[in-house]
Structures are given as structure tokens and as C-alpha cells.
């Protein structure tokens, strides 16, 4: 039987709601710039990242189904994961509207997921690592999946420190006083703490973590550092 997980809530636990059809495992589009120059055979292709799309699912009714709380269960964004991809969760939206009169009288419709390109372990866990345990300053840190990500990481310490990956100078950031935490987080290419932006304390670049096997190093006073979606795929 199929499912979905979305934002944490199993299909199977909504009452009269069938998951009939999931979305094929599809590899995302890349955005190119494309540049014709006369006398040139060919053209030039600038790779511009890969674009969100959409995947969808074709759902149906049983009996004892409750259409408000299907209405209410396929709202928002947040995380979903496919039972074709049982250890995956993509980052998704519901945008388009959705067909409810045709679920109730043909007792089927479909729902379309707008996906952010790239894929996530399921139940990846985090690396926590504090002073005590690394005295030498070194994490290392594994990319499993099959293309470069972008973690985030949560920092504890003070004043001026200096991040290095894979033996280049990465960022510098300066605590301010009265602070000891921040988040880098490199897919919203963001510093902040809680809802309060950082950047303005962080120069530098934000770290992308090759596939494979990256070593971060830092200067300064650290307490611990927390690196989460370490690992991500296409």
C-alpha cells in the first residue's frame, strides 16, 4: 500500500484517505543560459542551478472518510517523504488548488508537491561535537549523498572565530557581546539566532560540503558545533 509522510503526519493515519499513486523518482531540470556568438559552432551553456518542481500523487476516498480533515491534512509546506523513497523527505509545497468536488464524487483527485530539487536522509543524524570530545579542534564530517550540500551548522562559543574546511579559510565569525550562539546556514545563506539576522557578524563564505569525506578545523574559542543536512541528493 502506498503512503506519504507529510510534516510528520503518516497517511495511514488519516481516515478514508487512499494514497493510489505516487510520483515516479525523477532527477530535477538544471536552469542554463544559453549564449550563441556568430562564428562559434555550438553555443556556450552556463549552468545556472537545478529549479523546484512538481511531484504529484493521486489520491482516492474510502468509506468513514472525514473531507475536512483531508482538506486540513493537505495544506502548507514542510516535509514530505514517499513510501517508493521510504528513507528520503524533499522540502515541498501545496500551491495549486485541488480539486475537492471531484474527490467527492468520483472519489479520486491528484495533489501536486512543488519539490526544492535536492533530497534529504530521512532520519540523517546530526553531528554534535564539543571541545571535550575533539581537543584537536577537528570534525570530520561525511557527505553521503551524490551531489554537494549545504549544512547547517550551530555554533556555541566566543568572541572572533575562524572556520576552515578542507584547508581553506572558509568564514570568520565575531560573537558580539552578551551572545554565544549562532546558525550558518548555508542553504538560506543566512547567519542568525532565532529570528534575529547575523550576516552583519559573519565575513566570509558560507560552507558547501563536498560528497565524500571534508575535515572542518577552526580557530578560536568554541564550546561545541551542531552540523545538520549534511548529506543531500538529486
Do not use: C
Amino acid at each position: 500500500m502506498y503512503k506519504i509522510i507529510w510534516k510528520g503526519i503518516d497517511s495511514t493515519n488519516i481516515t478514508g484517505l487512499i494514497i493510489s499513486e505516487l510520483p515516479p523518482i525523477t532527477k530535477p531540470k538544471m536552469r542554463v543560459q544559453e549564449t550563441k556568438i556568430d562564428g562559434v559552432d555550438g553555443s556556450i551553456i552556463e549552468e545556472l542551478g537545478y529549479e523546484s518542481y512538481n511531484k504529484t500523487i493521486r489520491i482516492g476516498l474510502s468509506k468513514n472518510y472525514d473531507i475536512d480533515r483531508v482538506i486540513e491534512y493537505f495544506t502548507g509546506e514542510g516535509n514530505i517523504v514517499f513510501s517508493n523513497e521510504p528513507n528520503k523527505y524533499y522540502k515541498a509545497y501545496i500551491i495549486e488548488q485541488v480539486n475537492y468536488e471531484k474527490l467527492l464524487r468520483f472519489k479520486e483527485a491528484t495533489i501536486k508537491f512543488k519539490v526544492q530539487p535536492f533530497k534529504y536522509e530521512h532520519e540523517e543524524e546530526k553531528i554534535v561535537s564539543t571541545t571535550e570530545q575533539i581537543g584537536n579542534k577537528n570534525i570530520i564530517v561525511e557527505n553521503i549523498g551524490n551531489y554537494r550540500s549545504k549544512p547547517i551548522i550551530k555554533i556555541i562559543g566566543t568572541g572572533v572565530t575562524e572556520f576552515i574546511l578542507n584547508n581553506n579559510n572558509l568564514f570568520t565569525y565575531t560573537f558580539p557581546e552578551g551572545e554565544d550562539t549562532v546558525v550558518i546556514d548555508s542553504e538560506k545563506q543566512d547567519a542568525y539566532l532565532g529570528i534575529e539576522l547575523k550576516n552583519r557578524n559573519m565575513s566570509g563564505e558560507f560552507p558547501v560540503l563536498e560528497v565524500g569525506v571534508n575535515t572542518i578545523t577552526w580557530n578560536g574559542s568554541i564550546e561545541s558545533v551542531e552540523i545538520s543536512q549534511k548529506s543531500r541528493w538529486l
